[in-house]
């Protein structure tokens, strides 16, 4: 079965600081790995997305993130976070059926 | 521009009352989906549908149902037998595949009093 761990929940951090939002997984298939962000009382925008090829995926608004499967993790890493990046951010990975499984969110709370 | 309509935005109702939560896709995607968010909770799937009129229930389905007449459109109703419909209602479809990804509405939060 599939599942998602993402380490914390809350992560404040000030202006024009780097930050980086940690996810594990674990997945008896091959894995394919997504990233969201969700602003207050609005749906899931894709940041970015992980399917085969180099480990380091580049997304929307600057962030980026690595797949590391000895680690089964794919940390989002932004190397210099603006007041609008505060918000709540998903990691998901894709079930044999082809459903996301999510994890609960990291809130990152930028603080100028 | 194609997307993902979920209305309305809020809606409120009694308990013991169901209630119909609408989404609505133009982005010519096979599969829909409906999520549950509550807070510090994450994502949690209700129901899906590759196809039209197949649906498969998802990790937490008792309480709601769901119809998949057109492939523009998966309502999602939420019954009276559901414990705590409180909560924020997310949509989303995608093209089939597992490297698909979700594409998603903005959601319909249900208040029941």
């Known amino acids: 079965a599939q599942s998602v761990t993402q380490l914390d929940s809350q992560v404040p951090v000030f202006e024009e600081a780097p930050v980086e939002l940690r996810c594990n997984y674990s997945s008896s298939v091959s894995v394919y790995l997504f990233w969201y962000v969700q602003y207050p009382n609005q749906g899931l925008q894709l940041l970015l997305k992980?399917?085969?090829?180099?480990?380091l995926v580049k997304g929307i608004n600057g962030f980026e993130a690595e797949f590391n499967k000895s680690q089964t993790s794919f940390h989002l890493r932004k190397p210099s976070v603006h007041i609008s990046d505060t918000a709540e951010y998903f990691c998901a990975v894709t079930t044999l059926q082809g459903n996301l499984i999510f994890g609960k969110g990291t809130k990152l709370s930028v603080k100028p | 521009d194609g997307g993902i309509t979920q209305s309305p935005k809020y809606l409120f109702r009694k308990e013991g009352q169901n209630v119909t939560l609408s989404c609505e896709q133009n982005?010519?995607?096979?599969?829909m989906y409906w999520y549950r968010q509550d807070p510090g909770q994450g994502l949690r799937l209700i129901y899906y549908s590759q196809i039209v009129n197949d649906f498969q229930k998802g990790d937490i389905a008792e309480g709601y149902s769901v119809s998949r007449e057109k492939k523009e459109s998966f309502p999602l109703t939420v019954t009276s037998a559901q414990k705590n419909p409180t909560a924020f209602y997310l949509c989303?479809?995608?093209?089939?595949?597992?490297?698909?990804?979700?594409?998603f509405g903005n959601g319909t939060r249900l208040t029941v009093t």
């Open positions: 992980y399917l085969s090829g180099s480990t």
């Open positions: 982005l010519n995607h096979d599969a």
């Open positions: 989303a479809s995608s093209m089939p595949g597992r490297n698909s990804p979700l594409h």
